[in-house]
């Protein structure tokens, strides 16, 4: 399984975007869902658009069996009200274009990151990538780590550290004013 980094540069996140709402409203939507929620991609896949008429997000994590209530940030509420208009509550909010009513997979949701990532130039790119950009921006702002660990359901504020990539950060400030 390969390491994947959050999306550190909020320009970069801009351009990804911008690319994605051009090519497919779906598949940017997916995008701007995970970076806003912290959601793992098994949660978010799930989602349904009755899910999205709320000011929160509530739901059962498939991986911890925990029930979780996120709050959605208002730029969030704006673009899903929009996408949502005309659709009936019971269709998944990232409908897959087989089946009647059937959510896209795992590997749809990759195929679609991977293909943004290589338009930027992103290497260590995955589904994880949504919830990582989440965190680390999430962080950066609040500067809250306790707050973020009990988003993430992590047990110890270092792992938290560590999964949104703060001590990479710190590593690699140290090396590029290492001198020998």
């Known amino acids: 399984m390969n390491f994947v980094q959050p999306i550190r540069d909020p320009e970069i996140i801009r351009e990804i975007k911008k690319y994605l709402r051009e090519k497919n409203v779906r598949n940017y939507m997916l995008f701007v869902v995970g970076i806003n929620s912290g959601l793992r991609i098994s949660d978010i896949l799930t989602l349904r658009i009755v899910d999205a008429k709320k000011p929160y997000f509530s739901l059962r994590e498939k ?24 659709k009936e509550d019971h269709e ?13 997979g795992r590997s749809m949701a ?13 290497d260590e790119i995955g589904t994880h990538t949504l919830r990582k950009t989440f965190g680390y921006h999430f962080y950066q702002q609040t500067k809250d780590v306790a707050m973020l660990q009990e988003i993430f359901n992590h047990s110890t504020p270092d792992i938290t550290l560590r999964y949104i990539g ?10 590029s004013k290492f001198r020998i």
Request: hydrophobic share 35%.
């Open 166 to 175: 703060i001590n990479q950060d710190g590593i690699d400030r140290a090396m």
């Open 63 to 86: 991986k911890t069996k925990k029930h979780k209530r996120i709050n959605m940030p208002p730029s969030l509420k704006r673009e899903l009200k929009d996408y949502i208009q005309g």
């Open 92 to 104: 998944f909010l990232f409908k897959s274009r087989e089946g009647v009513n059937k959510p896209i």
């Open 110 to 122: 990759y195929k679609i990151l991977r293909e943004a990532a290589e338009y930027v130039s992103l």
